[in-house]
């Protein structure tokens, strides 16, 4: 069994850094990890992943450029580097895990977290 926990959400300004993190328990280093978010009214949509092996990412056009998912093995975590933050980032993220690599949809994840809210103000 895996669990997901993030953290490091919060209020922000336009232009703005946040770096999100996940930490999680179980064996993870085998699973591909990935952010998504949900803005309100909105469905969850992909953001980021990262394999397991070899730390291969991918991103959806709208951050591709503006943040960075990275992992540490040792400390079972994942991360979200977002930088020039905008407005329409504002949702909640959720960390996920699956065994698809640079998988983008939601049921190619098998377990999640609660999820962190970012808002950023104009």
């Known amino acids: 069994q895996v669990q997901l926990v993030e953290s490091g959400g919060g209020l922000v300004q336009a232009g703005d850094s946040l770096r999100l993190s996940c930490t999680a328990s179980g064996r993870t280093s085998s699973y591909n990890m990935g952010w998504f978010r949900q803005a309100p009214g909105k469905e969850r949509e992909f953001g980021a992943t990262i394999t397991w092996r070899g730390g291969g990412t991918s991103y959806a056009d709208s951050v591709k450029g503006r943040f960075i998912i990275s992992r540490d093995y040792a400390k079972n975590a994942v991360y979200l580097q977002m930088n020039r933050l905008k407005p329409e980032d504002t949702a909640v993220y959720y960390c996920?895990?699956?065994?698809?690599?640079?998988?983008?949809?939601?049921?190619?994840?098998?377990?999640w977290g609660q999820g962190t809210q970012v808002t950023v103000s104009s």
């Open positions: 996920t895990a699956g065994v698809v690599p640079y998988a983008r949809r939601l049921t190619e994840y098998e377990y």
